[in-house]
């Protein structure tokens, strides 16, 4: 059998499974709108800021314009004349009979139909669930009256960068994101820590006390100075407002450890509240949790350095304090039951340095440091003051209901504003998307004497939680 034989057959035998998949499995929705962004995007320009080499992504309208692009990692504007690739938007693959047999879970990404026009397939984020009573107050979503927390892998599918340590700025020694200080807060600057190609180095010195750290300093990209996270999405450009403050910060390092390093402690603020993470490293101990100075009681799962040989040790550290719940995760496994809290503390918070990494002993690196922060929904569309449901009453589901919110929620119209009502009925429901194959770069061909405008990405493809 000749290859041209074998290309026809295969080439037959993959339209084939792509019709019996389609048909009976999976089907491609393209996403035209950037509601879901950063998980899912709609019609976009990839741009990397000239300023830190950071890539992000900036939305297109019907009319093919973006509002002015502003880089969400070092603040830098005055972008609009940078090269940038037009994309369009993600293609998507979708389970489509997967509700059938079980019904959506909370945090997942679903295709319905609009109930205000059900020949429209929306993409949104399920939230509320049959039977539950939903508000939303200060960008957190409460069911029942009880705030919705999410799992640290909920929190991985949901999560927003905010800065990464490796794209470092040019003017970062004018305007520092992170600093070293021997002692949480400002009480000496010196320390062990010394940063090169990208990583943060820290080696023993004497006369430094316990806790040598590397504290994040945030710059707010919208207002060009420091000042707490808030709800900015690079997405929708430099011009859409971003009030509202955000308090839910966690953060990702990857790090290689010596024995020598005696504990690794970990600092977040929620507000007005402060949490400090102690992890034994070198020494033999159990991990403490402290709730504004006070040792709280924790549930300890594991600790993988206890008894860990041989050194050094690389490892992926987690920890967030999302929907007041904290969570401290080595390699995946948390390292103990996520502790939650009911009453926040009153107050204002130093919302500019949120969060930081301590060190106690001799030789560790961190090889790239990401802060993230969590979703704020708003009780604004496009910032035009709109009476959204749950902002101001709940929302009662009924035994076969659903209430569903978009990611970039500034931008979003979902639950909140639907003029037909705030729920999707489960008979509307169209599958869970599972996969972005088909992500892909605008460019300008002729085949044929037809214009194709659309080349695929392999880059960019990617599972959806």
């Given at each position: 059998?000749?290859?041209?034989?074998?290309?026809?057959?295969?080439?037959?035998?993959?339209?084939?499974?792509?019709?019996?998949?389609?048909?009976?499995?999976?089907?491609?929705?393209?996403?035209?709108?950037?509601?879901?962004?950063?998980?899912?995007?709609?019609?976009?320009?990839?741009?990397?800021?000239?300023?830190?080499?950071?890539?992000?992504?900036?939305?297109?309208?019907?009319?093919?314009?973006?509002?002015?692009?502003?880089?969400?990692?070092?603040?830098?504007?005055?972008?609009?004349?940078?090269?940038?690739?037009?994309?369009?938007?993600?293609?998507?693959?979708?389970?489509?009979?997967?509700?059938?047999?079980?019904?959506?879970?909370?945090?997942?990404?679903?295709?319905?139909?609009?109930?205000?026009?059900?020949?429209?397939?929306?993409?949104?984020?399920?939230?509320?669930?049959?039977?539950?009573?939903?508000?939303?107050?200060?960008?957190?979503?409460?069911?029942?009256?009880?705030?919705?927390?999410?799992?640290?892998?909920?929190?991985?599918?949901?999560?927003?960068?905010?800065?990464?340590?490796?794209?470092?700025?040019?003017?970062?020694?004018?305007?520092?994101?992170?600093?070293?200080?021997?002692?949480?807060?400002?009480?000496?600057?010196?320390?062990?820590?010394?940063?090169?190609?990208?990583?943060?180095?820290?080696?023993?010195?004497?006369?430094?006390?316990?806790?040598?750290?590397?504290?994040?300093?945030?710059?707010?990209?919208?207002?060009?100075?420091?000042?707490?996270?808030?709800?900015?999405?690079?997405?929708?450009?430099?011009?859409?407002?971003?009030?509202?403050?955000?308090?839910?910060?966690?953060?990702?390092?990857?790090?290689?450890?010596?024995?020598?390093?005696?504990?690794?402690?970990?600092?977040?603020?929620?507000?007005?509240?402060?949490?400090?993470?102690?992890?034994?490293?070198?020494?033999?101990?159990?991990?403490?949790?402290?709730?504004?100075?006070?040792?709280?009681?924790?549930?300890?799962?594991?600790?993988?350095?206890?008894?860990?040989?041989?050194?050094?040790?690389?490892?992926?550290?987690?920890?967030?304090?999302?929907?007041?719940?904290?969570?401290?995760?080595?390699?995946?496994?948390?390292?103990?039951?996520?502790?939650?809290?009911?009453?926040?503390?009153?107050?204002?918070?130093?919302?500019?340095?949120?969060?930081?990494?301590?060190?106690?002993?001799?030789?560790?690196?961190?090889?790239?440091?990401?802060?993230?922060?969590?979703?704020?929904?708003?009780?604004?569309?496009?910032?035009?003051?709109?009476?959204?449901?749950s902002i101001h009453s709940s929302v009662e589901l009924g035994p076969d209901e659903f209430f569903v919110l978009g990611d970039n929620s500034p931008v979003s119209n979902d639950s909140r504003f639907w003029g037909v009502g705030p729920v999707v009925p489960g008979s509307m429901l169209l599958g869970k998307p599972f996969l972005v194959h088909l992500p892909g770069a605008?460019?300008?061909?002729?085949?044929?004497?037809?214009?194709?405008?659309?080349?695929?990405?392999?880059?960019?493809?990617?599972?959806?939680?």
């Amino acid at each position: 059998m000749g290859p041209v034989r074998q290309t026809v057959e295969l080439l037959v035998l993959l339209v084939l499974c792509v019709i019996v998949v389609r048909t009976f499995s999976a089907e491609a929705y393209v996403v035209p709108t950037g509601s879901m962004a950063p998980t899912l995007l709609g019609w976009h320009r990839e741009i990397v800021c000239p300023n830190c080499a950071y890539p992000f992504d900036v939305g297109i309208d019907e009319e093919g314009l973006s509002g002015p692009a502003v880089c969400p990692n070092c603040g830098e504007s005055g972008l609009d004349s940078v090269p940038a690739v037009e994309c369009g938007g993600d293609r998507v693959l979708v389970q489509k009979f997967l509700y059938d047999f079980r019904p959506p879970k909370r945090w997942e990404v679903a295709v319905f139909h609009y109930p205000g026009d059900p020949s429209q397939a929306y993409v949104k984020r399920v939230v509320g669930l049959p039977g539950e009573s939903i508000r939303i107050e200060a960008g957190d979503v409460y069911a029942d009256g009880q705030i919705l927390r999410k799992t640290l892998e909920d929190q991985r599918a949901i999560r927003i960068p905010v800065h990464e340590s490796r794209f470092e700025p040019r003017d970062a020694d004018r305007f520092p994101r992170w600093t070293f200080r021997s002692g949480w807060g400002y009480r000496s600057t010196r320390t062990g820590w010394s940063r090169s190609a990208g990583q943060f180095i820290h080696q023993a010195q004497s006369g430094i006390g316990p806790g040598d750290w590397v504290i994040y300093q945030h710059w707010d990209p919208h207002r060009g100075r420091y000042g707490p996270v808030r709800d900015f999405y690079a997405y929708n450009g430099g011009e859409m407002p971003s009030d509202n403050e955000i308090s839910d910060l966690g953060l990702e390092a990857e790090i290689t450890a010596d024995r020598s390093v005696e504990a690794l402690s970990v600092a977040l603020r929620n507000g007005a509240d402060q949490f400090v993470v102690r992890i034994p490293v070198g020494l033999n101990g159990r991990v403490e949790l402290t709730h504004n100075g006070v040792r709280v009681p924790i549930i300890e799962r594991s600790n993988p350095f206890q008894g860990h040989d041989p050194w050094p040790e690389s490892f992926r550290l987690e920890a967030s304090a999302f929907d007041r719940r904290v969570t401290v995760a080595i390699d995946g496994e948390s390292l103990f039951e996520p502790y939650d809290y009911e009453h926040p503390r009153r107050g204002i918070g130093r919302g500019e340095a949120p969060l930081g990494l301590g060190v106690d002993g001799g030789a560790l690196t961190i090889h790239n440091l990401k802060v993230f922060r969590d979703i704020y929904y708003t009780a604004t569309l496009a910032g035009m003051p709109r009476a959204g449901r749950s902002i101001h009453s709940s929302v009662e589901l009924g035994p076969d209901e659903f209430f569903v919110l978009g990611d970039n929620s500034p931008v979003s119209n979902d639950s909140r504003f639907w003029g037909v009502g705030p729920v999707v009925p489960g008979s509307m429901l169209l599958g869970k998307p599972f996969l972005v194959h088909l992500p892909g770069a605008l460019v300008p061909l002729k085949v044929f004497g037809r214009s194709v405008c659309w080349v695929p990405d392999p880059r960019r493809i990617r599972y959806i939680r």
